[in-house]
């Protein structure tokens, strides 16, 4: 046998090849050219050897089967030719594997995603571990590509159209017990019978046993219905492709691709859907759009091992995390950090109301993934346990850090540092989820500044991705680094940024709503406003985005902006009435929208809005001019926050802006879409509203002389 | 007892601690702490005493700020034990942020439970085997194992046992209707056949404690406590019982305790045992309640060094057994002497006695054997009685009548309360005991400096 460095088989008495594989020095097998190319001498000695009456494939590394394809090899590829000649490659290779006269089973332990679940595709069978760590999925469209090792092919074949289309339209992974289900995997056993049960799978295979497929399920009399007929299969695809648009609004392209290579493998046969899917496999590599998705990604996964610090002080160890405040935030907080971080948590609230409903949140957090399985009775219990509430500082003392999360009031939160320092010990964080506050004005006076930090968390926090993590002057590196360490651990992403008004998601924020303001009283109807910016690729519009988080929490940010930055920060001043009126959105249930009763379908204007702000909604705007002018104002003030070091670089802008605000990951971030546009395009625009609008658009200093040095943001 | 063993006993320890002139470590009561004990299915509805049990503990640590790593042992108990879960100490481990490494236990001595769970802890302590420990109990009468009837239970065990579908369909005929009806836990002693009711129904008779005397109990713990409670006294050994799902208000207080007890409004009530010449009623009885309560215990140097001040300390105990089959609920009378004995005191050096009160005239009863050289001689072959009880150090801030009494939780809340009173009275010596199923006594004497 050719000497392999990857791959280890070893012969036993019954014919069987058990093969196992280990990219050593690598945190996870992924499918390299290395390892393709092993496996390619593999599969032509496997043919030759008669002895071999079975194979079975396995991961030597312990929770890893294989992670997927690695995107460096992708990132290489420099033309359409090239990309196509990647998936080709694979094709190839696991069409070799699956016309192996002998049966052919993957044993699964660990993560088997992308590029690696279509290697397991193309084994006879497969079956998998039960552990939590195995997953398996195939999420290229998360990256904005798609399976392009023939998984738009085989997976619907196996599983059928519909569950296909789920698994890798939204890129979802799937636990062992729902893929024996859907039939992606035939068995799922404890980890230690892995083998045994592979090779049971391939007696099985041997003597021609088929599966028993239930013909009375949900799921065999969709595939009945829906499946085996031309003209279901026109439905299922019309309207998967219906529901995609509205998701996607044109903006990714990659879900459609997908979709056109599981409608051409099933209606015109097996060699147009391979030839199909390599071409689109191709484009996607080459497009823009996966470009900025994939440099997110590795963005992400840079700050997954990002201290957040410069230097190389170390972060203490947390056991016991204290919340001042009850309300929305600091539950969530609480929850968070009981479940997703696992620490003790003390929340002080100055009611005992306060706390019950502190506990609740997390309860109903909780109670929901009971119903739906997603966790254990005992396992839920255990974190509510972990979670405690009290009225007085009891129970402070010993906590290695408090986040306090009280109303945004600088005499309340000088309260809370000064409780802080007289109920816990010396050596007690003192971090404040302040929104609008400047940190350095909430340390001052307290008695060790170095341990204030700001953690600025996004509503709602068990579900937005970012933290903010704000560090002062005087804030000590092993805070900032602790801070950053907590984040992870609770699930976020968390940047760094240093303070000043409005640290860096919200300043750029802020001027983008103020723009959507502007335009509003310019007479420019709500409804279109939110329209543009939606079709743009944001999540939601900036209308809706000010009923959601309440005209009363954005005024409190708004003067301190102005107050800072000065006239490109002025709150158009219709805001003001709405407060009058109460109007500060969900929350009262009277906002732009209309709340109160379920309403079916899209939510309605309330159109006595116009009336109050003394607003005819006739103007007509362009849509692209619409959101331009948004989606500019907000760039500027990014690029301002990199040169004044607000932000410690780049890909944290990106990384803020997208978590933080929902910027259009098909961008990239705002730093990576000016890349995109062009420096000097950017200018330009910006100049050209300036002239038309005033100066809040012109051009940042750091714009003008990079647009003119023809520099990138990114490398 | 012989004279002679309790000579042996008293020289002991005193050589001991001339050998060793130093003070010998005791056993510390750092701190105590109980959930707030509330009526059958109303707060807890449907909450079991494990769940309890975790909340009290998980809260006492909590407070007390104290690193759950440092808890070497836990010893618990329930009374009505919960099938599923036979070992209530261990998942109290299990279901909080304790170290898994820490060792747990469960124990029943029925309404002296949590009375054996510190017994057995200190004794641990006082051996060098742990420095650290929490010992309670917890009870709940809201979630219960309800069980299925003789017959069928035994019909289902043959039923498993059965091969063929004629041998099955044979013993499934052995079946009536009535067979099938859930059946609630028994309330009659296993062994006597007798209900705790008719216990200190018997005792009352025959003693002549009549309803009026009971009632007047009954009305002066319900007030003694109520005066307590508003006077924030127990606030600090308390805790507020949040429970889920979390939308109804938080239990802050006992629920079963009159704030506005009037002794008139005892006398309306119809006899619950003895409907014709009975003397016991509901508000004079306890009634069945829910709660958990637990204490830190530390050897003495141990607390010093972590740099707490405990609440106090163990002096010593005694636990006795009599007769079950009439005055059955005599514990405290029998295991009061033992426990003086061992602390070398009398009862008069006492400066507060607290005692369970299960049934106004079962408490009555043993206030009555306490002063009786009659009993004293008959009972425990002692010349002298127990010795007269001052009323005013007995049950200073009412009793279980007013409290509650989840069985298990009974004894820690005794020794907390207890301690507490001390503190605020400046420190003392006071008695805790209480009287058990099965005629069993406990007796406590816990002290503050």
């Known amino acids: 046998m050719a000497d392999k460095s990857i791959f280890n088989m070893e012969l036993s008495d019954d014919g069987i090849a058990i093969i196992g594989f280990d990219l050593v020095g690598e945190a996870q097998n992924v499918l390299k050219q290395e390892f393709i190319d092993e496996a390619e001498v593999l599969i032509k000695e496997i043919a030759e050897q008669k002895e071999i009456k079975g194979v079975i494939f396995k991961s030597d590394k312990p ?617 000097d395009k950017v200018v330009e625009r910006l100049e050209h509203y300036q002239n038309l609008y005033g100066e809040r658009f012109a051009p940042s200093s750091i714009l003008q002389s990079m647009a003119s040095s023809k520099q990138t943001f990114h490398n | 007892m012989s004279a002679e063993a309790a000579t042996e006993s008293k020289t002991s320890p005193t050589k001991k601690t001339t050998s060793r002139r130093v003070k010998p470590d005791r056993v510390a009561i750092v701190s105590g702490l109980r959930t707030p004990f509330a009526k059958q299915a109303t707060h807890y509805r449907g909450i079991n005493a494990i769940e309890l049990g975790k909340m009290v503990v998980n809260e006492l640590i909590t407070k007390t700020e104290l690193d759950p790593n440092l808890i070497e042992r836990v010893v618990f108990g329930q009374v009505v034990v919960l099938p599923e879960a036979p070992n209530i100490a261990r998942e109290i481990v299990l279901g909080t942020p304790m170290n898994v490494r820490t060792d747990a236990y469960s124990v029943s001595r029925a309404c002296a439970t949590s009375f054996q769970s510190i017994a057995s802890l200190a004794d641990s302590i006082m051996l060098g085997d742990v420095s650290v420990g929490i010992a309670g109990g917890a009870d709940s009468s809201s979630v219960v194992p309800i069980g299925v009837s003789k017959k069928l239970s035994l019909a289902l065990v043959d039923l498993q046992k059965a091969r063929s579908f004629g041998q099955k369909l044979a013993i499934l005929k052995t079946l009536r209707p009535k067979d099938l009806l859930p059946v609630p836990p028994a309330i009659k002693e296993y062994s006597t056949g007798l209900t705790m009711g008719q216990n200190a129904e018997q005792m009352a008779r025959d003693r002549g404690i009549t309803r009026e005397e009971q009632d007047a109990l009954a009305h002066r713990s319900h007030t003694l406590a109520a005066k307590a409670w508003e006077a924030g006294w127990l606030d600090d050994e308390v805790m507020t019982a949040h429970v889920p799902p979390f939308t109804k208000d938080p239990l802050v207080q006992d629920n079963i305790v009159r704030f506005n007890s009037t002794l008139e409004g005892y006398a309306k009530l119809r006899p619950a045992f003895d409907r014709k010449y009975g003397t016991l009623t509901a508000a004079n009885s306890t009634p069945l309640s829910d709660g958990a309560s637990a204490v830190i215990l530390m050897s003495e140097s141990k607390a010093k060094a972590l740099g707490y001040e405990p609440l106090g300390y163990l002096k010593s105990y005694g636990f006795s057994a009599n007769q079950a089959d009439h005055d059955m609920l005599m514990g405290p009378s029998y295991s009061t002497p033992i426990a003086l004995k061992k602390a070398k005191m009398k009862l008069k050096d006492l400066d507060l006695i607290e005692m369970h009160e299960a049934f106004a005239a079962q408490a009555l009863s043993n206030v009555q054997a306490f002063g009786s050289t009659k009993w004293a001689q008959e009972n425990l072959g002692q010349r002298t009685k127990i010795g007269d009880i001052d009323m005013d150090k007995f049950n200073v801030n009412g009793g279980s009548l007013a409290y509650g009494h989840p069985f298990a939780a009974t004894g820690a809340r005794l020794i907390t309360q207890t301690l507490n009173e001390l503190k605020r009275r400046g420190g003392g010596v006071g008695l805790t005991t209480a009287c058990a199923a099965g005629g069993l006594g406990a007796a406590m004497i816990v002290e503050v400096d």
């Open chain 1, 63 to 679: 929770k890893s089967f294989i992670a997927g394809a690695d995107i460096n090899m992708l990132e290489a590829a420099n033309s359409l030719e090239e990309a196509e000649q990647i998936s080709r490659n694979g094709h190839e290779i696991f069409q070799r594997l699956e016309s192996l006269k002998v049966p052919v089973v993957a044993a699964i332990d660990g993560a088997c995603l992308g590029g690696g679940l279509e290697f397991a595709l193309a084994c006879h069978g497969r079956v998998s571990s039960d552990s939590s760590s195995t997953k398996l999925g195939l999420p290229e469209v998360q990256l904005g590509l798609l399976p392009g090792g023939g998984g738009t092919q085989r997976l619907p074949k196996l599983i059928g159209i519909a569950a296909s289309l789920d698994m890798m339209l939204t890129g979802k992974q799937l636990f062992p017990k729902k893929a024996r289900k859907l039939g992606l995997v035939d068995d799922v056993v404890p980890t230690a019978n892995l083998i045994k049960a592979a090779r049971k799978r391939v007696m099985q295979l041997r003597k021609g046993e088929k599966k028993k497929q239930s013909y009375f399920s949900v799921q065999a009399l969709q595939k009945l219905a829906l499946e085996k007929n031309p003209i279901g299969r026109n439905i299922l695809f019309d309207q998967a492709k219906k529901q995609l648009l509205k998701k996607t609004k044109g903006n990714y392209p990659a879900p459609e691709k997908i979709l056109e290579c599981v409608e051409k493998g099933v209606s015109q046969g097996k060699a147009a859907g391979y030839a199909i899917e390599a071409k689109n496999f191709a484009e996607l590599v080459m497009s823009a759009e996966a470009k900025a998705l994939i440099s997110l990604f590795f963005a992400t996964t840079e700050l997954k091992k990002d201290s957040g610090i410069d230097s190389d002080a170390e972060a203490i160890k947390v056991d016991k995390v204290g919340i001042l405040g009850g309300g929305l935030m600091g539950s969530g907080i609480a929850y968070v950090t009981a479940d997703k971080a696992n620490k003790m948590v003390r929340l002080k609230d100055i009611s005992l109301d306060g706390v019950n409903k502190a506990l609740n949140y997390s309860w109903k957090i909780l109670a929901k993934k009971l119903k739906r399985r997603f966790i254990s009775d005992a396992k839920a219990k255990g974190i509510m346990a972990r979670l405690t509430g009290t009225t007085d500082h009891s129970g402070f003392k010993d906590c290695d850090m408090v986040i306090e999360a009280v109303f945004e009031k600088l005499e309340l939160k000088h309260q809370m540092v000064k409780e802080v320092e007289e109920h816990c010990s010396e050596q007690t964080i003192f971090a404040t989820n302040t929104s609008s506050i400047p940190i350095s004005e909430i340390a001052k006076g307290a008695k060790r500044p170095e341990q204030v930090v700001g953690l600025h968390y996004f509503s709602p926090v068990e579900k937005m991705p970012l933290l903010e993590i704000i560090s002062t002057p005087k804030t000590a590196d092993w805070v900032v680094a602790t801070c950053v360490e907590l984040g992870k651990k609770q699930g976020k992403t968390p940047i760094v940024v240093n303070d000043g008004a409005g640290f860096y998601v919200n300043r750029i924020l802020a001027p983008y709503m103020n723009e959507a303001g502007i335009m509003l009283s310019e007479g420019v109807a709500v409804e279109k406003l939110d329209k543009a910016l939606v079709n743009a690729g944001f999540p939601v519009g900036p209308i809706t985005l000010l009923d959601e988080v309440g005209v009363d929490v954005a005024t409190k940010v708004a003067p301190i902006l102005e107050d800072a930055f000065g006239e490109r920060m002025m709150a158009p001043k219709l805001f003001s009435k709405l407060l009058d009126d109460n109007r500060l959105g969900r929350k009262t249930a009277k906002g732009f929208y209309q709340y109160g009763k379920k309403q079916k379908g899209a939510k309605n204007v309330d159109e006595s809005v116009y009336r109050l702000l003394g607003i005819e909604p006739n103007k007509e705007m362009a849509v692209n001019e619409i959101s331009e002018r948004c989606v500019l104002m907000m760039l500027n003030e990014a690029a301002r926050c990199l040169d004044e070091g607000i932000i410690r670089n780049a890909r944290d802008g990106d990384i803020g802006a997208v978590f933080g605000i929902g910027f259009p990951p098909f961008q990239g971030g705002p730093f990576r879409y000016m890349d995109t546009l062009g420096l």
